[in-house]
């Protein structure tokens, strides 16, 4: 089936340092990509999207492009604050055929620390 | 934007009782939804899709007479956890699904004494 595979955490950084979270997937066919962020105690919240090759999603300061060649989706933010602290989830949306059809895959999350 | 509503946000139970957590769409209907488990610090595992008006279809593993899920409504789903135990314990978290979007619930914090 589809995967997802995300770069290991924890990661810390300071305040205004630029953050990058790797971001890698397996796919039949060519799947919708997601970043999901969750802060303590609740649910998912969409970061951001894509749903082809060549798409950049963005919201809030963050932004990923959706490379087919690379099979990649990576997160980045140029400037992080500590209200970005929380766990980040890469996922893919298997559009057709396997058994991942219409179905979100995820990541194993990445957790996010960011200190004054 | 959409909202799931998750119901209840935290619950303690004995061992060998039931619980039954809701997930409502509260401002579009979803014929789909999802019901996921979360061990701490670890990923979102899905234990079963939920459609309305026909059984769910459980992911290998899952034990669909202890996970029971009722999708009897556009707008309602329900898992219950039959007798419970400690192992059952986690963060159940439930997503509908609108168009092409998923949209998530706040997750329910079950503690089985």
């Known amino acids: 089936g589809n995967s997802v595979t995300q770069m290991e955490g924890p990661v810390t950084l300071s305040e205004e340092a630029f953050l990058t979270i790797n971001c890698t997937y397996t796919a039949t066919g060519y799947p919708s990509l997601f970043w999901y962020v969750q802060y303590p105690g609740e649910g998912l919240q969409l970061l951001l999207k894509?749903?082809?090759?060549?798409d950049k999603g963005s919201n809030k300061g963050f932004e990923a492009t959706y490379r087919k060649e690379t099979t990649s989706f990576h997160l980045e933010k140029g400037s992080v604050q500590v209200s970005d602290s929380a766990v980040y989830f890469c996922?893919?949306?298997?559009?057709?055929?396997?058994?991942?059809?219409?179905?979100?895959?995820f990541g194993q999350g990445t957790i996010l620390t960011v200190h004054p | 934007g959409a909202v799931v509503s998750q119901h209840p946000s935290r619950v303690i139970c004995k061992s060998g009782t039931s619980v039954k957590i809701e997930c409502r769409s509260l401002?579009?209907?979803?014929?789909?939804m999802f019901w996921y488990r979360q061990f701490p610090k670890q990923s979102l595992m899905l234990m079963a899709t939920s459609n309305e008006g026909s059984k769910a279809t459980y992911e290998q593993g899952v034990e669909k007479d202890k996970f029971l899920i009722n999708h009897a409504s556009l707008t309602l789903s329900t898992l219950t956890v039959t007798s419970a135990h400690p192992e059952d314990s986690s963060f159940y978290i439930c997503s509908a699904k609108q168009g092409h979007g998923f949209h998530f619930g706040n997750g329910t914090r079950l503690t089985v004494t």
């Open positions: 996922a893919q949306f298997a559009n057709a055929g396997g058994t991942s059809y219409g179905k979100l895959t």
């Open positions: 401002d579009f209907q979803a014929t789909t």
């Open positions: 894509a749903t082809k090759a060549d």
